[in-house]
């Protein structure tokens, strides 16, 4: 981890990078995202949990449509930046698990197809960043920059009974990575640009955010 990271040990510990200029005011009376989903039928909780199991949300009418929206303007916007689209398999063998760290850090909470001993992925960073795995790339060729859409699956997705509800830690969902190869010397501006280029994505859906940053203790994994 950087140096300007600093330690913590829980939510509290977090310190503040970043704070958007359009955080709205709380007003009494608002509906929590759970309730709009409910109320406008974009999102049916109940009947992914009749289907597979809770942490399974269906996507409904315009929500299954704001979701394929979404998922276009990203990838858009981010090959607009320079990002080469790839679209990996949903599932990585145990030499990738270790290629990323997942694991043996991440054993247990990920899902297991015991028959072909592979891993559902928890993350499109996990195929792209094993791309090049065992590979030597002349340093001519770098930076190389992907950009990748996939479902995501995590079994142990959150702590019972906290921030659980809604879309919060679910067991399946959908995200558009980010993976940059490059040199060490370059890593700090490439992530500055990556974090810039993120960002500009939330300014352009008019999005609020918060950016949070500090060392887990003690795995030394940084928490943003």
């Given at each position: 981890?950087?140096?300007?990271?600093?330690?913590g040990?829980?939510?509290?510990?977090?310190?503040i990078?970043?704070?958007?200029?359009?955080?709205p005011?709380?007003?009494?009376?608002?509906?929590?995202?759970?309730?709009l989903?409910?109320?406008?039928?974009?999102?049916?909780?109940e009947?992914?949990?009749?289907?597979?199991?809770?942490?399974f949300?269906?996507?409904?009418?315009?929500?299954?449509?704001?979701?394929?929206?979404?998922?276009?303007?990203?990838?858009e916007?981010?090959t607009?930046?320079?990002?080469?689209?790839?679209?990996?398999?949903?599932?990585v063998?145990?030499?990738s698990?270790?290629?990323?760290?997942?694991?043996?850090?991440?054993?247990?909470q990920m899902?297991y197809?015991?028959?072909?001993?592979?891993?559902?992925?928890?993350?499109?960073?996990v195929?792209v960043?094993?791309?090049?795995?065992?590979d030597?790339?002349?340093?001519?060729?770098?930076?190389?920059?992907?950009?990748?859409?996939?479902?995501?699956?995590?079994?142990?997705?959150?702590?019972?009974?906290?921030?659980?509800?809604?879309?919060?830690?679910?067991?399946?969902?959908?995200?558009v990575?980010?993976v940059?190869?490059?040199?060490?010397?370059?890593?700090?501006?490439?992530?500055?640009?990556?974090?810039?280029?993120?960002?500009?994505?939330?300014?352009?859906?008019?999005?609020p955010?918060?950016?949070?940053i500090?060392?887990?203790?003690?795995?030394?994994?940084?928490?943003?």
């Open positions: 981890p950087h140096d300007s990271v600093p330690p040990k829980s939510d509290a510990d977090n310190v990078v970043k704070i958007s200029d359009n955080v005011a709380h007003e009494e009376g608002q509906l929590p995202h759970w309730d989903a409910k109320k406008y039928q974009l999102i049916d909780f009947v992914g949990v009749k289907i597979t199991g809770a942490g949300p269906v996507y409904k009418g315009m929500g299954a449509r704001l979701q394929r929206a979404l998922i276009y303007f990203f990838l916007e981010n607009k930046a320079g990002y080469q689209e790839v679209q990996p398999p949903l599932v063998n145990e030499d698990g270790f290629g990323t760290g997942q694991l043996p850090d991440k054993d247990g899902y197809v015991n028959e072909d001993k592979l891993y559902l992925i928890p993350t499109a960073e195929p960043t094993n791309m090049l795995r065992g030597v790339v002349d340093a001519k060729d770098l930076p190389i920059h992907y950009c990748a859409y996939t479902a995501c699956f995590r079994a142990e997705a959150g702590s019972a009974g906290r921030d659980t509800r809604g879309l919060i830690r679910q067991h399946q969902f959908n995200k990575e980010l940059k190869f490059t040199m060490p010397e370059d890593s700090w501006n490439e992530l500055e640009d990556l974090t810039h280029e993120a960002e500009k994505i939330l300014q352009l859906l008019k999005l955010y918060l950016s949070l500090h060392i887990s203790e003690p795995t030394r994994r940084v928490v943003i």
